[in-house]
T-cell receptor, first 112, second 118 residues
């Protein structure tokens, strides 16, 4: 069955430090992969997406993600975290039709 | 040019009461989705509308849940005889029409309605 796993429920990083949020998926075909961010009281906002081609994708707000088929992973990275990046991050896979499967989310805390 | 809006933003109700949640999609978006987000969990698909096609209700957890959409505009999600396990954030999203099986149009999410059932 298709699934998305985000192993880290929450992560704390210092402002200015680098960030990597992990995502593993289970899907038989080539997936469409996404990262969304949800700030408190806000809906989800799309950070970036991977459909095909270059496995390193750039998104908004300085985020990037790398698709690794051999590891079934799509980890999100940012070289230098800002306090405003504190939010919840969701990895998702689109399996065709209209269904998008979301991971349980990783809450990012940023300390000064 | 406004985004997806939802109302109310918060709803507290007593067990057994009915509640109605509203979603106003982005103008021109023919596809509309409802999701449930329980505390500490990912988004759980509930129902999908596209244009005048019959909605896909396969994600609705019980017959206490129903949703309607008038044309390509407002949608309401109704939960009858609410239970404490219905407490969650209910998110609505809209997108342009999906034109092919594997085509994907970005979903734009509303801020959600936080439902608390006492």
């Amino acid at each position: 069955a298709q699934s998305v796993t985000q192993p880290d429920i929450h992560i704390t990083v210092s402002e200015g430090a680098s960030l990597e949020l992990r995502c593993n998926y289970s899907y038989g075909a080539t997936p469409y992969l996404f990262w969304y961010v949800q700030s408190p009281g806000q809906g989800l906002q799309l950070l970036l997406k991977y459909f095909s081609g270059d496995t390193l994708v750039q998104g908004i707000k300085g985020f990037e993600a790398e698709f690794k088929r051999s590891q079934s992973s799509f980890n999100l990275r940012k070289p230098s975290v800002h306090w405003s990046d504190a939010a919840e991050y969701f990895c998702a896979v689109y399996t065709g039709g209209f269904k998008t499967i979301f991971g349980a989310g990783t809450r990012l805390f940023v300390k000064a | 040019g406004a985004g997806v809006s939802q109302s109310p933003s918060n709803k507290v109700t007593e067990k057994g009461k009915d509640v109605e949640l509203r979603c106003d999609p982005i103008s021109g978006h023919t596809a509309l989705y409802w999701y449930r987000q329980r505390l500490g969990q990912g988004l759980e698909f509930l129902i999908y509308f596209q244009g005048n096609s019959a909605p896909d209700k396969s994600g609705l957890p019980s017959d206490r849940f129903s949703a309607e959409r008038t044309g390509e505009s407002v949608s309401t999600l109704t939960i009858q005889r609410t239970q404490q396990e219905d407490s969650a954030v209910y998110l609505c999203a809209s997108s342009l029409e999906r034109v092919a099986e594997l085509s994907y149009n970005e979903q734009f999410f509303g801020p959600g309605t936080r439902l608390t059932v006492l």
